[in-house]
């Protein structure tokens, strides 16, 4: 299988839920270290074996930069001998290929083969294939795990997105949706409550995702912020019966693909004087102003400011105090920022 197009990585480098792929790769490296270690040993931890050449004498523990963020690691050491695993050399890419294979257990679940290479990739001659075997039944349970939890508390908003990545099937490669949704519950903490692969992102594979939520406890959500993709849209409606927000981000796309390149800024921050406005009230109507200032020359913006108008002001109806407001709401790119007021999409 060829490993995924950076869907979970890019899903925490934007900040959805930086901790679920930091805790993975801690715990990868971490049981991949002790694995060489029983090799070069010749035996397991505290294991009496007559094939033992040497033993451990403790640990130290290092802090390990990645880009999922610093990591915790205990490094065994021996008493004969030194131990340093070779991927915590500086200017090692071997992090890259640990990640790769965190997101393809994610995302189309993991196989031996990609962590005997991961193995190769990382120096660590001491891993044998049983050991690696084992490593992938301990992966796919904490994946499985994590991804069929049990939901808990209120999450009045949630943001659902999808990005595409390349899997084999059947010998050829093929491109499939990864759909995520993002939760946000009355504590004003965001959490990463789902994932699923399917081959498009049809309405029924929505609202079926959405339902599997709804099995694993999720409740009281009032507001659903998403692109303007139909199934989305359907499956919304129909399963979680909230009120629809579209994303800010993804108007801002459309809207701008109907202006020229050296207009664009300009554009962008006529629309933006909206969302600073302290009303609902005020915002509509300084959305209608902006549509009609724009209408002259930009008539097919100004048609979709018209269509879009509930849609994108749909959170300024909200009594949200205790949220944060959120101005990216895709949830592939969703970033939290510190305002007074409201969820903003």
């Not at 930086?18 to 805790?23: F, G, I, S, Y």
């Not at 459309?254 to 915002?283: C, D, P, W, Y």
């Not at 949220?323 to 510190?338: D, F, L, Q």
Request: glycine share 8%.
């Amino acid at each position: 299988m060829t490993n995924p197009n950076h869907a979970l990585l890019e899903l925490a480098d934007k900040g959805a839920d930086v901790d679920m792929l930091r805790q993975m790769v801690q715990f990868m490296a971490q049981r991949l270290m002790d694995m060489d270690v029983e090799g070069r040993c010749g035996a397991g931890y505290d294991e009496k074996s007559p094939e033992r050449i040497n033993s451990r004498n403790g640990y130290r523990e290092r802090q390990w930069d990645t880009r999922a963020g610093s990591v915790s690691l205990k490094i065994p050491k021996l008493r004969q001998g030194s131990y340093f695993p070779e991927f915590l050399e500086p200017r090692r890419t071997a992090e890259k290929a640990l990640t790769a294979v965190i997101q393809e257990a994610y995302v189309q679940g993991i196989s031996t083969r990609s962590v005997d290479d991961l193995v190769k990739a990382l120096g660590m001659s001491g891993v044998s294939k049983s050991q690696v075997s084992r490593l992938c039944a301990e992966l796919d349970e904490r994946v499985g795990a994590f991804l069929n939890r049990q939901i808990e508390g209120d999450w009045p908003y949630l943001w659902v997105d999808a990005t595409y990545v390349k899997t084999r099937e059947a010998g050829r490669v093929v491109s499939v949706a990864v759909i995520v949704a993002v939760g946000v519950n009355t504590d004003g903490q965001r959490e990463v409550l789902g994932l699923k692969v399917g081959a498009s992102e049809a309405e029924p594979f929505w609202t079926e995702f959405l339902r599997s939520l709804n099995r694993r406890g999720l409740r009281g959500v009032k507001l659903v912020i998403s692109d303007s993709h139909e199934g989305i849209k359907a499956a919304c409606a129909k399963v979680l019966k909230a009120t629809w927000q579209r994303c800010r981000v993804h108007f801002m796309r459309n809207a701008l693909a109907h202006a020229g390149k050296n207009q664009r800024r300009m554009v962008s921050a006529a629309i933006g004087t909206v969302f600073v406005q302290e009303s609902a009230e005020a915002a509509r109507e300084q959305w209608r102003g902006v549509a009609d200032q724009l209408r002259a020359k930009f008539p097919k913006l100004s048609a979709l400011m018209d269509d879009a108008e509930h849609d994108v002001l749909a959170f300024m109806t909200f009594e949200v105090a205790p949220i944060k407001r959120t101005h990216y709401c895709s949830a592939i790119g969703v970033r939290n920022e510190p305002k007074t007021r409201g969820v903003s999409a």
